[in-house]
Nanobody
């Protein structure tokens, strides 16, 4: 089992920045990749970004490219999502996820473990 705990969410004005953290514990060596997803009320959970633990290879959904950066520290078992130039459309609950076998996964079923989520609200 891998346990994931997100933090860093909050309320920010449009154009502002937030940095989300995801701390992983447990059998972290079993995870090949980490991802961030988000979900707004009434919408499906959508892919945001992913990073491979070993190589650090990243992949983003088009709407966040150039604004969001995913990174990781293997020694600390932590993944971050730096979010800049935020807009109200980025408002959502953000979830951290870990995948045991899929690299560069963009679908929820590519991931085996999930955190509880952290709320990000961007005001206009």
């Amino acid at each position: 089992q891998v346990q994931l705990v997100e933090s860093g969410g909050g309320l920010v004005q449009a154009g502002g920045s937030l940095r989300l953290s995801c701390a992983a514990s447990g059998r972290t060596f079993s995870a090949r990749a980490m991802g961030w997803f988000r979900q707004s009320p009434g919408k499906e959970r959508e892919f945001v970004a992913t990073i491979t633990w070993t190589t650090g290879t990243t992949y983003y959904t088009n709407s966040v490219k150039g604004r969001f950066t995913i990174s990781r520290d293997n020694g600390k078992n932590t993944v971050w999502l730096q979010m800049n130039s935020l807009t109200p459309e980025d408002t959502a609950v953000y979830f951290c996820a870990a995948s045991r076998g899929v690299v560069r996964g963009t679908r929820t079923y590519d991931y085996d473990y999930w955190g509880q989520g952290t709320q990000v609200t961007v005001s206009s």
